[in-house]
């Protein structure tokens, strides 16, 4: 069975400071992965998701992940925070090729970001 | 476009009464996923629609919970005897056949007293 851990479930940083939110997961078959925002009461917006080829992804709002196979990880960063990033943060796994395309989530991560 | 609208935005209700949530997915999206997410949590799966295929029931978590979906298009949630752990935002996404991007609605809160 697949699953995906977040380090974190609560993350602080300073406006202009780097982001950084850990995500790793465990998959029987390569994984596809997936980063979504919830800002409050509102629904998942999807910010970027990695199938196959290049290992560095990149979303909207300035957001990146890097497939790591060798660590299983997929840690989403951004350069410089700004106030409106702050929301909660979801790492997934979708096991397609196991024929399971529901999305397995990690348990989140709230990002907050202090002027 | 119009995205995924959920109803009601809100709900409580007691313990023991059932309940109903509907889904209008994203006209054209043939893929029609539901998904639990409790306080403080990821979002669990519950159930998944994929045209006139035979649905993926594998998250629901007691046979309280079922699903319904009409074709290509609205699909309610219904639970039946609600217990006070069924208190979560219950999402749902839709997708085009294939896709992978799944689109969320902003969810229903359920409250049971």
């Known amino acids: 069975a697949q699953s995906v851990t977040q380090l974190g479930s609560h993350v602080s940083v300073s406006e202009g400071a780097l982001v950084l939110l850990r995500c790793n997961y465990s998959?029987?078959?390569?994984?596809?992965l997936f980063w979504y925002v919830q800002y409050p009461n509102q629904g998942l917006q999807l910010l970027l998701k990695?199938?196959?080829?290049?290992?560095l992804v990149k979303g909207i709002n300035g957001f990146e992940a890097e497939f790591k196979k060798s660590e299983t990880s997929f840690h989403l960063t951004k350069p410089s925070a700004h106030m409106s990033d702050a929301a909660e943060y979801f790492c997934?796994?979708?096991?397609?090729?196991?024929?399971?395309?529901?999305?397995?989530f990690g348990s989140g991560t709230r990002l907050q970001v202090q002027p | 476009g119009a995205g995924v609208s959920q109803s009601p935005s809100n709900k409580v209700t007691e313990k023991g009464k059932d309940v109903e949530l509907r889904c209008d997915p994203i006209s054209g999206h043939t893929a029609l996923y539901w998904y639990r997410q409790r306080l403080g949590q990821g979002l669990e799966f519950l159930i998944y629609?994929?045209?006139?295929?035979?649905?993926?029931k594998s998250g629901l978590p007691s046979d309280r919970f079922s699903a319904e979906r009409t074709g290509e298009s609205v699909s309610t949630l219904t639970i039946q005897r609600t217990q006070q752990e069924d208190s979560a935002v219950y999402l749902c996404?839709?997708?085009?056949?294939?896709?992978?991007?799944?689109?969320f609605g902003p969810g229903t809160r359920l409250t049971v007293t």
């Open positions: 996404a839709s997708s085009l056949t294939g896709a992978l991007e799944q689109y």
């Open positions: 629609f994929q045209g006139n295929s035979a649905p993926d």
């Open positions: 990695y199938t196959t080829g290049a290992t």
């Open positions: 997934a796994v979708s096991d397609v090729e196991a024929g399971r395309r529901a999305l397995t």
């Open positions: 998959s029987s078959v390569p994984p596809y």
